[in-house]
């Protein structure tokens, strides 16, 4: 199921004072996250805005999000397809100009074993990102497995592609990205200011058509549908603004950040 970590805990610190702000927009970004959706939620604003800020930005997509409804009548076929569509329409609404790759991995099942680090470090050599975003695996009391495991992925698949002798075969040149900015954070330390990119990061949300019931609360046959979205965007401007409150700005996106 692609239901998101939410609502994720708030800030557990205030105060700013040992919080980073805003890094200079990189040149790239690779958002590497377990269901289509994921990133949208993770890093939307942020991604907005170093797009539109001139950074090419590329999505990873690990799972085929299969399983993400709650209709047990629902072809999964029909499903994968529809989610890539999502997948892309956000993007454009986040303002790619990078990929969109889709391991394809099945919904529920993506292990964080060598044939998947294998491929998470070949898109990394591939794509060349300065900064890799993804789930924080070490994130405590985590239900969803998937989520853990694409965490993983980007970490260790950092390390592979990073240092040369890891996978020769691939016969892409190895990469080091300068940053890992992990979402979902168990320990914040990192906040970028995504005060005027809310809206952007909602338009991505909402071309996730297929998770209006299951992970938004909007029922588009409901004459209320309208409303129960406000409600739904409603709660993702709270948190951004919690985030903004622990980095001193107005909305924030948060993570923990590495440097790699
Ligand atoms: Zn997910």
Redesign the pocket.
Known sequence: ????DLPTPAPTSSGGADVGRDIPTPASALAI???P??VEFGCGGTLAKWAADGCVINHLVCTDGSKGTWDPTQDPADLVAARQIEQRQAARALGSRGEVVFLGWPDGELDSSLRQRWQVSYWIRKLRPTVVLGHDPWKRYRL?P??RHAGLLAVEGIVSARDPLFFPEQEVDHHRPEALLLWEADEPDHVEDVTDHVDAKLTALRAHVSQFRSTMGVDPEDPAAEEQWGIFADRIRDRLADWGALGGCAHGEGFKMMRV
């Open positions: 199921m692609s239901v998101p996250g377990a269901h959706d994921d969803h998937d989520h």
